[in-house]
């Protein structure tokens, strides 16, 4: 769908051991691999020699890196980003990885998730001195950072100190001059795994980033533990962590690629999964099923399957638009979805039609692709959703709108139907979507569905 959470990042990192392979290269074919968790801004830092060179820009990878800028990035170690804002401002200074000096040297960092307790710590630092140059919270990480590394002889133990201090989601690379550091928040929430291809070793937000590179995926990071690699080895230390994890149900909703584990579940067969739950939950009397392209479609077939309706490809899906829900205002969004998807009428024209959807957030979009079944000449359109309702915000790297935006917020479920002038509506339960990952090795975090934060998020309309 497209009027969609806004999405939060992706992070690809390299230690090259021997220098087998193109460290630039590889990391960008990484990000390519990441594009669709964000399309705003990329960037890669790498390590030539103790100097780090970086380029970054607004735009998607494919446009920012060519041949030229590829060979500038020698080194043996490296960092990406791709990004979509969701605490900071559409901004080229807010492009990452964010590459500092400071009084025991330099650094690249860069970062997927939202810290919660930002601005208290950003405010904290400016009393003391500290000048920050962009609005995102990764340059909030890298100043505390700075300032806790002096009291230590390795970063690594200034990062435990800090990963006490700051609170909610993150995944986070840091790049020295001779390390090469990844850390996972203590409950678990954003995503990352780890690699090898060789002797050498790769991180990276999603599994899929490997698949196709001839990276053996290993793992992946454990909440709260961090990571280093360096000339003699990999070593772990595993930090302070909460009881119960917590990581972010929407990745295997919406956010990762199909093909990527996460984990211990592969998010394609918990897509799946949810739609035949979704078909006992919420069975209806039609001829075909239509997924929304593309988080839409394993549930789709998954609920055809389960319910014996004939499954049929319903849209055409113009594969030259990125995701449009990461677009940065709603008209954009919503222009998105006339560019982006057409119906295709000999499947659609007379008949009932279920029409699987990931999520409706706002309800703008899913209202818009409703009517273009219709107009295409369904007889019938029933909406079925792969996830709970959303009422309630998320604030650990999903930048939903404050919950009076939120469709599900504010309006009952009838409301709803009508507003997206559908012939019936269904979600699937919190137990059902919980069961899709049942077999995982984790807990979730279900707040934007059912308002128990993991972390207190000091908010007392959404309490």
């Known amino acids: 769908m497209f009027d ?10 390299v230690y090259n051991n021997n220098n087998s392979f193109d460290t630039s290269r590889l990391t960008y074919y990484g990000l390519f691999a990441l594009q669709h ?3 705003e801004s990329a960037g890669i830092a790498v390590n030539n020699n103790g100097t780090i060179l970086y380029r970054k820009e607004m735009g998607m990878v494919s446009e920012i890196f060519d041949d030229v800028v590829l060979n500038y990035l020698k080194g043996h170690s490296a960092i990406g980003h791709v990004r979509y804002s969701t605490t900071g401002e559409s901004y080229a200074e807010n492009a990452q990885p964010l590459v500092i000096k400071y009084t025991k ?3 690249a960092i860069a970062h997927n998730g939202n810290i919660t307790n930002a601005s208290e710590i950003k405010k904290e630092l400016e009393d003391k001195g500290t000048i920050f140059q962009t609005t995102s919270d990764t340059e909030v990480i890298a100043a505390l950072l700075s300032r806790v590394r002096i009291k230590y002889s390795a970063i690594e133990d200034a990062l435990n100190e800090v990963m006490q201090i700051i609170k909610g989601a993150y995944s986070l690379l840091i790049m020295t001059p001779h390390k090469l550091i990844v850390a996972r928040d203590p409950l678990g929430m954003r995503p990352l795994v780890i690699g090898k291809k060789d002797d050498s070793y790769v991180f990276s937000s999603e599994s899929c980033a490997f698949d196709s590179l001839g990276i053996e995926f290993i793992r992946d990071v454990e909440p709260g533990e961090i990571i280093i690699v360096d000339n003699k080895g990999i070593k772990s230390i595993q930090t302070k962590t909460p009881e119960k994890s917590a990581s972010c149900i929407f990745e295997y909703i919406y956010f990762a690629r199909p093909d990527s584990i996460m984990d211990g579940i592969e998010v394609y067969s918990a897509r799946y999964e949810a739609g035949r739950i979704l078909a006992k939950e919420h069975p209806v009397d039609a001829d075909v099923v239509v997924g929304v392209p593309d988080s839409g479609l394993a549930a789709a077939h998954g609920f055809a399957d389960e319910s014996g309706i004939k499954y049929v490809g319903g849209f055409m899906k113009n594969r030259y638009v990125g995701r449009t829900f990461i677009q940065p205002s709603q008209e954009m969004r919503e222009l998105g979805v006339h560019l982006k998807l057409n119906p295709i009428r000999s499947q659609i024209e007379g008949k009932r039609v279920v029409m699987i959807d990931d999520s409706i957030v706002r309800g703008t979009t899913c209202r818009k692709i409703v009517n273009l079944l219709k107009d295409a000449g369904a007889k019938e359109v029933h909406v079925r959703v792969s996830s709970p309702p959303v009422k309630y915000s998320c604030y650990f790297g999903i930048d939903t709108p404050e919950r009076t935006k939120l469709i599900a917020g ?8 009508e507003l997206i002038c559908a012939d019936s509506l269904g979600y699937i339960s919190n137990e059902g979507l919980l069961n899709t990952c049942k077999n995982g090795k984790r807990e979730y975090c279900m707040a934007c569905f059912n308002g128990k ?8 309309e959404e309490k």
């Open 410 to 417: 504010t309006k009952t479920m009838d409301e709803i139907r």
């Open 453 to 460: 934060y993991p972390i207190d998020v000091n908010n007392k």
């Open 105 to 107: 040297g330099h650094m």
């Open 37 to 39: 968790r964000g399309q």
């Open 4 to 13: 969609k959470l806004k999405e939060e990042c992706g992070v690809f990192g």
